[in-house]
């Protein structure tokens, strides 16, 4: 079972920055199963959307329209940790910020909740104007 938490999150003003972390519980599990994770958010009132992705080796990223530039995915596989650096953040960030994660060894990334079998329970990102 992998069991997926996320940290980092909080209350800043906007323009300011904030660098979630996603850590994966069990040894090495994010490599040894070579698994996709991206990063989704969900805000009151509206669906989980798909935010940034990064493939199992690191080598392939993309990222929504909306955070394009502003944000950066990332992973150190060794540390079974994906981080999401937020910079200049914006009125319409704030949401649960959710990690997930998939078996895919390829370097594809898919931007569909239903793809994603793995999550954690979300860390909440605050922006005030």
């Known amino acids: 079972q992998v069991l997926l938490e996320e940290s980092g999150g909080g209350l800043v003003q906007a323009g300011d920055s904030l660098r979630l972390s996603c850590a994966a519980s069990?040894?090495?599990?994010?490599?040894?199963?070579?698994?996709?994770v991206a990063w989704f958010r969900q805000a009151p009132g509206k669906v989980r959307e798909f935010v940034a992705g990064i493939s199992w080796d690191g080598e392939s990223t993309y990222y929504a329209d909306s955070v394009k530039g502003r944000f950066t995915i990332s992973r150190v596989n060794a540390k079974n940790i994906v981080y999401l650096q937020m910079n200049s953040l914006r009125p319409e960030d704030p949401a649960v910020y959710f990690c997930a994660a998939r078996i895919q060894p390829t370097f594809a990334i898919v931007t569909s909740t239903i793809d994603y079998p793995y999550w954690g329970q979300g860390t909440q990102v605050t922006v005030s104007s």
């Open positions: 069990g040894r090495t599990i994010f490599s040894s199963y070579a698994m996709a």
